[in-house]
């Protein structure tokens, strides 16, 4: 079966350079380098702050509250500014007091991941923890400021099983522990051009705790601030050459599962997809991280002004679709150590 690379989740094409992209983009730039210092320094300050919060701390264990609301307070700050400094001036929170009953009840936030500024949106909103990867706690300066946010670390395990067996546990660990930061979960585990609603893995629903969905609703014209097929550096040039990107985090009330979906961790995960596929009004896509793999691996790309596909001779038919099986990261990776 082709698949349709034009419509991929993963591709972009209603945000061309335009003219009138061309007209902003000289006219803000001059305040691009000006910006990119106010993320630095709100990065560095945040730091700081953050080091001095949890000095001497065990970070399995809940901070004094003083301690954790110096921690809310600077990092929602930084976060903040740096959300203000490329352009979205005014984010919006909506329905925060359904967060407040799912701290409450213990849940796990849910929400939809669209941009590589998710992490900085959700902090800015209500300071969760998340679930990132080790390196995360070891980048310079920022891991200073993200190790006082008690995420969740995805366990170093060569064997992608027992690394995910390693994942379940400790989110029903922490799901266990209402002292802690409440969790806060991106159950498609990867990202896409915000359109639509991708395959939810399981282990946030293993737990059978409740969950809040959180909504988050980016902007999508005349930019869209989603990572898909992008050209990184030239993607956050024309975001920051915006006059005014937007961002909504809308929180719907706490779901508390069934007894079947608390059986049935994949019932449960679907149950809460289509729930907030429904509250964004987008479709749903049954694709994974693999597919978007499968989609590099063949060399497709947008082009810079984000008006048309490439790729290699013979991976596009006229229509734009592809067989995408050869590409798909298990075949891929077989295909490469044949040759």
Known sequence: ???????????????????????????????????????????????????????GCDLSKPLPRWRRRMVEISSQAASGMCLRAVGFWNPRVVNYHNYTKGQQLGAIGIFNHVSYLDAFVVVWAF?????????????????YGVRALQNLYVPEDKDRTQQQKGMVQLIKERAANHAMPMLSVAPEGTLS??????????GAFVAGTPVVPILLRYKLRPFNPSWSIIIP??????LMCQFSNAVTVEMLPPYIPSEAEKADPVLYAANIRKLIAGALGVPLADQDRRHFLALVNAGVSVSWDGRRLLAPPGVLDAAGCMDLEPYMPENFVKTKKQQ
């Open 1 to 55: 079966m082709k698949y349709d690379v034009v419509n991929s989740p993963y591709i972009d094409l209603e945000s061309p350079f335009t003219l009138w992209e061309a007209v902003k983009m000289a006219l803000l730039l001059p305040t691009v380098p000006l910006r990119l210092c106010i993320c630095v320094i709100s990065i560095i300050l945040v730091a700081i702050a953050n080091s001095i919060a949890i000095a």
């Open 127 to 143: 300071c969760c923890a998340g679930v990132t990867f080790q390196f995360s706690k070891h980048l310079p300066i920022l891991g």
């Open 193 to 202: 051009n915000g359109r639509c609603l991708l395959s939810f893995k399981t």
């Open 233 to 238: 550096f030239w993607h956050l040039l024309r």
